[in-house]
């Protein structure tokens, strides 16, 4: 057996002694801190879902407020400082690639002055109460936790000062913390961090006036340029523990064989070949939560191994009859036909209406109009769903790759009826998570399963059918539009008719119109000076498990508005770019409840308007970047897309090179990126360069289609992903310079919408063909 | 029971010959720095090198395994080309989750060992096998030409 023990690893992302400790050496005290902080109510089970459970007369609280639980910005939350001198430095959001362990802990120690060789990371396990709002997700973390956490991080500073005052007796305002120790300055007596800790502890967190933040020219962490990754060295030696390495002594191994249809039921089951597999223990049913299942687990077959191959070999070998149920006759081809029928008729819900579209389209000299299909896509994470549970002493204890700890937390102290406080959920590294894991339904699943096996430790995993079967997936769409043009080719009319089965399928029976939550994903929001605007919602109804994936609705709603324009301009012979910054107007700031975004992605409309005028930059820079106008080869053609999303602004230029068969090159992309002031550039470029490549799947190859309301794709060889030899040869961020006063925006989202839209227009470019309908496989094949 | 040599050290495993050496590494072993992503040769998360030569794990059944000398990522630092992959992977900032790393510098590795100045077409052959979500293709080429002394500019 391997030397290292199992555990030891796991306690390098969570500290020992906590409640996610593995060691069982468990205080408590943060559960009993839950319970008194936070009793259990009906709005927790509504965690994530915007404008859902929020009472009418509570006053509107916007960004990191406005989140379940809110923010905390307490050092004595976060921060701990050992004798020697070791800071560490919880992290309340879950890592999946976007950094957050390496930005937050950075924000902290910059206004800590702590020295960064000597801050450890330390993994929050699901506490809202405690640590605030963990929900990791919606492009939120750093927007939401720069001012608390530069905050916590000062106030920490403040109180060491003062402990160092106190010892030597002398005013406040003649010591100061620099690099992981307080100097009194008129004398030069210095002491460090580990020996004011103890005194610093005792301390009250000082009030807010009494902590002054710095000043941003003093950043020494904030802001920099460096590659530094909290968990690179783990990663490159295989050394780390994400949500499928878990083991504990003792532990089971399980698969589970699920309902292939939205809504099926198993029938029955024969498990005798099964059981012959050797080092399968047990076979047993899982009733599952009928539609809407909100994040619960769906039911099915659970086989239970010595290893996780006993139980996958086990499964293949059940026989099983499932009652499919209403939903075995969802068909993508037809499907896609009612969604196409749909959009082309007038009607459904209004979304957004200004002026009158319809007269205006009746009278214009041109008019122009283009339907727009995008398919379903998954996840596809490279960690499968995975999680592993125990329960002793009636206490379920719970490791897993989840987005949303208290959201896991709370479903499995529901589905198993336990106190709150009888359950924990510790927090892995994530293997990629784009939405999926947000859901709770696998960390259930292994709650569940454990609780059968009489609370001994077993490890749920998920097979890549499994995960691309069962997946919450990005929703279908078909879109129709419309533009009227006056004689002199000024656009005077926009008319955007989308059809896209709801994600509020998930929670509620059959709602069939987008929520606000979806709508506000770039669609109603539409910023472009035009009089004449109409936005129409059909009917689409859902015969799936929808859910958000990175970007979500913007995918669609920015592939359609972003390829129309770039249509409109090549009609009239216009650049596109030029057209584009035409469309766009003055410089203005707009209200976005005033153009029916009720949503504003839960922000203030005061503190982020949507301003045009940093729209328009950069759409300047990525244009200017890219050399936009440069003479280019036969074949060979440049695109561009610009968008809004996640209070973050971004245009890109792609560059396609297309041969003759119609197979592409993209020699280069090109984003400038505005999400104001950023804490790690480098990851923000690297969240940027995934983006390129993840819209680029999209756009290119990626799709899920359903027949008899099974997933057709079972793995990697039928849902195909970008790999290296389709990657972009070199993708260039530019990030637009930005002071530290003006709020941040998101980026792990805002970086996909542009990409399909701008390769399109490149291919268009290039060819002469225009693309409607993702990803383009083999569209190109005969046309060029 | 089967005897593995695995980074150098004989380990014994009681474990069915038809189980995928993944499983064996992962469960068994609790060498858990090998990946599973799909389990029919897909991805490439699970790549470790068998007598030097890179292999799909999840394919690969314990009994082809067996007797032969096997390094994963715990192990790969030990060679040159390795460690410089590792430095490399690093200093370029690849890893985005990092799920996938194992099975990249493992494959990485392979090639560097085949062939220590790779052409793009080199690495694009090479590479295609392992499927990275996070989209870090062009800072792994990036960090393949570091690793070889072939500059960090793409």
Known sequence: MNARHPMQALSDYISAGSPASASNKRSGTSRRRFLQAAPLTGLVLYVGIPGIGVAADEPKKYGGEGMPQGLRDSPKIFVSIAPDGMVSIVVNRSEMGQGV?????????????????????????????????????????TRHWFDPMRRCGASARVMLEQAAAARWKVPLDSVQARNHEVVHTPSGRKLGYGALALAAAKLEVPVPAAVKLKDPSQFRYIGKVDTFLTDGQAIATGKTWFGIDTRLPGMLYAVIARPPVLGGKLKTFDATEALKVPGVVKVFAMEGTPPPSEFQPIGGVVVVGKDTWAAIKGRSLLKIDWDDGAHASYNSIAFRSELEAAVLKPGGKEVRNEGDTYAALANAAKKIEANYYVPHFAHASMECPAATARIVNGACEIWACTQSPQAAHDRVAKRLDLAADKVTVNVTLLGGGFGRKSKADFVVEAALVSKEMGGQPVKLTWTREDDLHHDYFHTVCAQHLEAGLDANGKVTAWLHRTAEPTILSIFAPDPKALAPFELGLGLSGMPYAIPNIRIENPEATAHARIGWLRSVNNIQHAF??????????????????????????PDRLIDPTKISDSWNHGESPERYPINVGRLRKVIERVTQEAQWGRKMGTGQGLGLAAHYSFVTYVAAVVEVSVDPKGDIVIPRIDVAVDCGPTVNPDRVRSQIEGACVMGLSQAVVSEITFKNGRVEQDNFHQFEVVRMNLAPRKIVVHIMPSAYDVPLGGVGEPGVPVVAPALMNAIAAATGKRIRQLPLRAQLGSAI | MTTLTVNGKATNVTAPDDTPLLWVLRDHVGLTGTKFGCGMALCGACTVHLEGSPVRSCQT??????????????????????????????????????????????????????????????????????????????????????????????
């Open chain 1, 101 to 141: 362990r390496t930005s937050i802990p950075k924000i902290v120690a910059d206004e800590l002055e702590a020295d960064w060789k000597r801050v450890r990371v330390v993994q929050a396990p699901g506490d809202e109460a405690r640590y605030g709002n963990q929900d990791t997700d919606g492009s939120r973390s």
């Open chain 1, 560 to 585: 359609a508005a972003q390829s129309f324009i770039a249509e409109i301009a090549q009609a009239q012979g216009k650049d596109h770019r030029d057209f584009l910054i035409e469309l766009l107007g």
């Open chain 2, 61 to 154: 059944p314990l009994s082809a395994a067996a007797g032969k000398k096997i390094t994963t990522i715990e192990g790969v630092g030990a060679t040159q080309a390795g460690k410089a992959v590792q430095v490399a992977w690093l200093k370029i900032g690849v890893p985005q989750c990092g799920y996938c790393q194992s099975g990249q510098i493992m494959s990485a590795t392979a090639l560097l060992q085949a062939n220590p100045k790779p052409s793009d077409a080199d690495i694009d052959q090479a590479m295609s096998g392992n499927i990275c979500r996070c989209g870090t293709y062009t800072r792994i080429r990036t960090a393949i030409k570091s690793a070889a002394g072939m500059g960090d500019a793409s």
